[in-house]
């Protein structure tokens, strides 16, 4: 155990600086996150009208004496980091040193510590951020803080505050994340003076993952590859949700928020996940801390792999096989996703489905030349949505035989002869034979008009008979309280019916064909993606993946007047505008190269 110490000036100020402290979750995490550092066995959360009145987190770590504890609550004082080099390969959560005095700032604070080896511990008290009261107290060795009156002191932050039940579940999500972390350190809840969480000590992440998802049918997979070591307990497609915000990734330890990881887990299950359909589960990352940067942002809910890439192939890599084999011997289904390829050994656990996948080839190269043989490549029609469609990956395909539309419109001349399998427009032009696939090109159609429309503060709402009602997690609810403004822009007018549950009133007219609910959940799990932050990136993504719902599907019949009225709005549609990426909707055949094939010409 270090000694607490203030850090010199220069490299504090290397520090990422921001808000530590915005909601009583807040509070709760970084208080937890001292009990880990601390080497706690068991950390016992208490709080009380949502945190705000009040919040209590106690472990039995190794505590602090009373000069480490007078210094504890001073900014930029902290036993976890040094110098520089620790710096680049932290391995404890907290390394700033600026949580305790962020917290005692903004709320009537005390803390109470005691060493191990001590007869006696003692207590620091501030009220926002006064001068401090020590005093010696009876208490069993470690460490408890208790606060009161959060942001008593800043009615500005205060204001931001969500319905207490709200922030109370952002507190039961924080503190289960702890415990998904650590299985070996028992955590409890206690909201209001009822037990509400009682994490006991588990053997393995897998027991802790299937005592907190309860009733998920998860699937472990487990494998490595290089530097990089890879556990995930996933849901089966089948179970997977409509929201995306069921799937918990930890980089060592620390839960984060990564689209592109999240896309990467998404991703390798391949075509058994249905559209709009996400995974729920838990993903484990681990490799070494000097390939991870975790300074990066003020609440340390995002990180910076060294090679993001190298990570994401991995991650996809390891999952898709292990899913693969579950999923299509289940399911009967086809390879879904070409990482299969690579055939990997399986290892059958003993507990329920289980795949570990070994591939000790080395992705981290070091030198910035990575490996992105079988990295997956987003190539979906509409901004690739979060893997929500299915998309094939392009390495899939072979050489394209004939020319898409990319950077042009479709022709004027264009008229449709007829459907094909269910899934294809067959249409001709003065000049060629052209086949739209019809899901992709109804689907594009329906988001170009959703999105012109929404630029324009313009999209026209249908108001459902009767509304639905859907059962969401606390943090949905928070999530539509945030966004609100959005949600309604882009159509939808969803309110918060109860603690855990919404009720859409009205859904976009272009989309009245999509189910609500399904339209719901998947707005606000591409929001729960943006982090509650800047929506601006995940607007075309939730309209993108509302129009999918919306839209033809592959399968349905397709008649003469649907099919023209397609290719009307068709021509409408620039494409070399907003989409770089585009899946092609369609595939041109010239005649002048029919004629060649059959040896006219
Ligand atoms: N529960 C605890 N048990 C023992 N020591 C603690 C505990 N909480 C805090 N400390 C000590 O107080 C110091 C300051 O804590 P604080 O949370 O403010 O900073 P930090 O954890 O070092 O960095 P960060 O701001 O990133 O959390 C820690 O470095 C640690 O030495
Ligand atoms: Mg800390």
């Given at each position: 155990m270090r000694r607490v110490q203030v850090l010199p000036d220069d490299l504090a100020n290397q520090i990422a600086a921001g808000e530590v402290v915005e909601r009583?979750?807040?509070?709760?995490?970084?208080?937890?996150?001292?009990?880990?550092?601390?080497?706690?066995?068991?950390?016992?959360?208490?709080?009380e009208g949502g945190g705000v009145a009040a919040c209590s987190v106690a472990d039995d770590g190794h505590g602090m004496s009373e000069d480490d504890l007078r210094l504890s609550i001073t900014r930029h004082a902290t036993s976890k980091i040094a110098s520089l080099e620790d710096l680049l390969a932290i391995g404890t959560f907290g390394f700033r040193g600026e949580a305790l005095p962020s917290i005692a700032s903004v709320s009537r604070f005390r803390i109470a510590s005691r060493l191990r080896a001590a007869d006696a511990g003692a207590s620091v008290s501030i009220d926002g951020g006064g001068a401090p009261s020590i005093e010696p107290v009876g208490m069993p060795p470690g460490t408890r803080v208790e606060i009161r009156d959060l942001f008593y002191n800043v009615p500005a932050r205060r204001k931001f505050l969500r319905a207490l039940a709200t922030e109370s579940a952002h507190v039961t999500e924080v503190v289960d994340g702890i415990a998904l972390s650590r299985p070996d350190v028992t955590?409890?809840?206690?909201?209001?003076?009822?037990?509400?969480?009682?994490h006991l000590r588990a053997a393995s992440r897998e027991e802790r993952v299937r005592s907190i998802l309860v009733g998920w049918e998860l699937v472990r997979c487990a494998g490595k590859m290089g530097p990089l070591e890879v556990e995930a307990h996933l849901s089966r497609p089948e179970k997977a949700r409509m929201g995306a915000t069921g799937l918990w990734v930890f980089v060592n330890g620390r839960p984060v928020r990564d689209r592109a990881l999240s896309r990467s887990v998404d991703h390798a299950y391949g075509s058994v996940l249905e559209p709009g359909r996400y995974p729920v589960g838990v993903v484990y990352l681990d490799l070494p801390n000097d390939l991870v940067d975790v300074n990066v942002h003020p609440q340390k809910s995002e990180v910076r792999f060294a090679e993001p890439r190298a990570v994401q192939d991995a991650v996809h890599r390891v999952l898709s096989s292990a899913l693969g084999s579950v999923f299509t011997s289940q399911l009967g289904l086809g390879a879904p996703s070409p990482a299969r390829a690579a055939s990997l050994p399986f290892d059958t656990g003993s507990r329920g489905p289980s795949h570990v996948a070994e591939q000790p080839e080395a992705v981290f190269t070091g030198s910035g030349e990575l490996d992105f043989s079988g990295a997956m490549q987003l190539t979906s029609g509409i901004p690739s949505t979060a893997g929500a469609i299915p998309y094939p990956l392009r390495e899939d395909r072979g050489a394209p035989m004939l020319s898409t539309t990319d950077g042009q419109t479709v022709p004027t001349s264009i008229r449709f002869i007829a459907q094909v399998r269910g899934m294809y427009l067959l249409c001709e032009t003065d000049d060629a034979i052209i086949v739209l696939d019809q899901h992709a090109a109804a689907e594009r159609v329906t988001f170009d008009r959703l999105r012109t429309a929404f630029h324009a503060k313009a999209v026209a709402m249908q108001t459902l008979l009767v509304p639905e009602i859907v059962d969401v997690r606390a943090a949905d609810i928070a999530a539509v309280e945030a966004a609100g403004d959005v949600v309604q822009a882009m159509g939808m007018d969803i309110r918060v019916a109860g603690p855990t549950r919404l009720a859409i009133h009205a859904v976009p007219q272009l989309l009245v064909r999509a189910d609500p609910r399904a339209l719901a959940t998947s707005l606000l799990g591409e929001l729960a993606r943006s982090?509650?932050?800047?929506?601006?990136?995940?607007i075309d993504l939730s309209l993108a993946t509302m129009a999918c719902h919306g839209s033809i599907r592959a399968g349905e019949r397709v008649g003469p007047e649907q099919a023209r009225e397609l290719l009307e709005r068709l021509k409408e549609i620039e494409f070399a505008g907003h989409c770089p990426h585009g899946r092609p909707i369609l595939m041109r055949l010239p005649f002048r190269d029919l004629d060649h094939r059959v040896g006219r010409r």
């Open positions: 009583p979750a807040s509070v709760v995490k970084e208080l937890c996150e001292n009990a880990i550092d601390a080497e706690a066995t068991r950390v016992d959360v208490a709080i955590v409890t809840l206690e909201r209001d003076g009822r037990r509400v969480r009682e982090g509650g932050r800047d929506y601006s990136g995940a």
